[in-house]
């Protein structure tokens, strides 16, 4: 049982999810990762208040929907309790008022069920580090269609959307760079967050497709 890992793991987390074929499966990902573990399962509002207090992990991955409430109410009482805890919600529902939502109540990041295992790994480490993936002006900003979502990248997340754009690895890009593998991977997980999407294909799908724009207003370029 993932309860049972040991004590010594680096990032201890807690997850709370009604659907134990979900709960298993996120589960096993965070126990394959390096330097983290699983402390705790939960399925209800209740039983996650109830392990949390038992447990304290570092990081909670949460569900929006739960039996006995949401995934807002759960933060909101651990939030009091147990300022300590730093909150994922891991969801199905891609909306904007959720994710305010989840926001006023102190979620640090916002993650569709659709992400990848090893993206899920990612934001934790980058939560656990104190990281805040998502903020007022990424609500602000989903909410307006027209705007230009690298508004909110600083110069070095611009830098890796081009080379992500270019077709390069993780691993081209840091050489490249001269940066750290894991911190090109830090940077993802912050642009992503920043420009509302969920993959790094996205990312390479929308540089491709703002290029095209660009040649088709200038062919010269």
């Known amino acids: 049982m993932s309860e049972n890992q040991p004590a ?3 990032i201890s987390v807690m997850i709370v999810d009604d659907h ?3 709960r298993r499966g ?3 990902v965070i126990d394959r990762a ?9 399925g209800s509002v209740a039983e996650g208040v109830r392990r949390a207090e038992l447990v304290h992990p570092q990081v909670m991955l949460v569900d929006l929907q739960l039996p006995d409430g949401t995934g807002i109410d759960l933060m909101r ?5 147990q300022p300590g805890i730093r909150a994922i919600v891991l969801t ?3 909306d904007d008022t959720a994710l305010a939502a989840a926001l006023e ?3 640090a990041a916002y993650v569709l069920k659709s992400v990848r295992g090893a993206e899920i790994a990612d934001v934790v480490r980058a939560v656990a580090a104190g990281r805040v993936l998502l903020d007022e002006r990424t609500v602000t900003r989903r909410r307006r269609e027209h705007d230009d979502p690298t508004e909110d990248l600083t110069p070095s997340e611009i830098r890796v959307v081009e080379l992500i754009g270019d077709g390069m690895s993780n691993r081209e890009i840091a050489e490249r760079l001269s940066i750290a593998e894991k911190t090109v991977k830090n940077h993802i997980t912050s642009l992503l967050a920043k420009m509302g999407l969920q993959r790094r294909t996205q990312v390479a799908a929308w540089a491709a497709a703002r290029r095209n724009h660009a040649w088709a207003q200038d062919p010269t370029k």
């Open 77 to 81: 009482t651990l939030r009091a309790s």
């Open 26 to 28: 996120i589960a096993e």
């Open 34 to 42: 390096e330097g983290m573990g699983v402390v705790a399962e939960a």
């Open 8 to 10: 010594d793991a680096q």
């Open 20 to 22: 134990e074929v979900v």
């Open 105 to 107: 109540v102190g979620a």
């Open 92 to 94: 199905s529902f891609d």
